[in-house]
C-alpha cells in the first residue's frame, strides 16, 4: 500500500546523507536517494544537501544519468564568493540546485557584510529557489534578520538557517534563545532552516557526549505556536518539555495544514526521524506495493 506523507511534514528532512556524523560516500549517497525518491515517504524528503567543494570536483557528474532531474542542496563550505563556480558544474538537464546555504559569519561577527556579499552574489545563481544565510546567535542577530526580511520583501529569495548543535556546547541554543528566534522570524515573515543537534523527535540528553539535544517535533510544534501567536514564554515551554504528548496536542490537529516559518532541516539519516515520526503517530507507516 502506498501512505502519504502528511502536508504538515511535507519536506521537512532534507538528505545530509555525506555530512557528519554519517558521513556517507558520494556514490552511496546518490544511490540511497534515489530509493527516498520513490518511496512511499518520498514528501517527507527533501533535496540531496552537497558541499560546494564535491560539485567543483567533479565528484557528481559520472553518478547521475543524463535526463535524471536529481534536486540538490548546495552547501557553501567554500564560502560565498564559491557558489558560483560550484553551480557551474551542474548540468541543468541532470542535476537541479533549488537552494544554496552559506555561512555569513562566524560567532562574535557583525553578519551584516557577509549578508550584503550574498545579497550581490544571489544574482549570479540561477535557478535557484532559495537562499539561505546561517547567522550566528550571537552580536547583531537581530539586525541580520532585519537585512533578511527587507531583501526578502525586495523579491530576494532569501531566508534564514541558525545551527542548533555540534562539537561544543556553545552550538547548542538554549530554548530560550532558540524561542526568541523563532519569534523574531514569525514578527518579519523570515522563513528559516536549521541545521545539526536535530538527531530525535523529542528533546534529549545525549548520554555520550552529555549535551541536551532539541527534538524536531519540539521545533516543530513551538513554530506552529509561534505562528498562532504565542509568545516566547509558551514556545521556550515546547521546546523544554521531554513529554511528546503537549507537542502531539500541538500538531496533530493540524497535519493537513502546510507548515509554517520552518523550512526543515538536515538529517545523515532519512529513516531514524521517519521511524520517530511514525512511533509519535504523526506519519502513518506504510509498504510500497
Not at 134 to 153: I, S
Not at 240 to 255: F, W
Request: charged share 20%; with cysteine.
Amino acid at each position: 500500500m502506498s501512505t502519504q506523507v502528511p502536508a504538515l511534514l511535507d519536506g521537512l528532512v532534507d538528505d545530509a546523507a555525506v555530512f557528519p556524523p554519517g558521513s556517507a560516500e558520494l556514490p552511496d549517497a546518490v544511490l540511497a536517494h534515489r530509493g527516498y525518491r520513490t518511496a512511499w515517504y518520498a514528501d517527507l524528503v527533501g533535496p540531496l544537501l552537497l558541499p560546494a567543494s564535491t560539485l567543483t570536483r567533479g565528484d557528481l557528474s559520472e553518478l547521475v544519468d543524463p535526463g535524471e532531474g536529481l534536486v540538490v542542496g548546495v552547501i557553501g563550505d567554500t564560502g560565498i564568493a564559491g557558489l558560483s563556480g560550484a553551480l557551474s558544474f551542474l548540468a541543468p538537464d541532470d542535476v537541479t540546485a533549488r537552494q544554496v546555504e552559506v555561512a555569513v559569519a562566524k560567532r562574535g561577527e557583525d553578519p551584516l557584510p557577509g549578508i550584503a556579499e550574498l545579497l550581490r552574489a544571489t544574482g549570479t545563481l540561477p535557478g535557484v529557489e532559495a537562499v539561505y544565510a546561517e547567522l550566528p546567535l550571537t552580536f547583531g542577530l537581530m539586525g541580520a534578520l532585519d537585512a533578511l526580511a527587507a531583501a526578502r520583501a525586495d523579491g530576494m529569495p532569501i531566508a534564514a538557517k541558525f545551527r542548533t548543535g555540534g562539537l561544543a556546547s556553545e552550538l547548542f541554543p538554549t530554548p530560550a534563545e532558540l524561542a526568541a528566534v523563532i519569534c523574531a522570524c514569525r514578527d518579519r515573515d523570515l522563513p528559516f532552516k536549521l541545521t545539526a543537534g536535530l538527531h530525535q523527535a523529542v528533546r534529549h540528553l545525549d548520554p555520550t557526549t552529555g549535551f541536551t539535544h532539541h527534538g524536531y517535533a519540539n521545533v516543530l510544534a513551538a513554530t506552529l505556536a509561534a505562528a498562532e501567536g504565542d509568545g516566547v514564554d509558551v514556545v521556550t515551554e515546547l521546546l523544554t518539555v521531554t513529554d511528546p504528548r503537549p507537542l502531539l496536542n500541538r500538531t496533530s490537529g493540524r497535519l493537513d495544514v502546510p507548515r509554517p516559518l520552518w523550512v526543515g532541516f538536515g538529517s545523515c539519516s532519512i529513516l531514524e526521524p521517519l521511524t520517530d515520526l511514525i512511533r509519535l503517530g504523526l506519519v502513518n507507516g506504510g509498504y510500497d506495493a
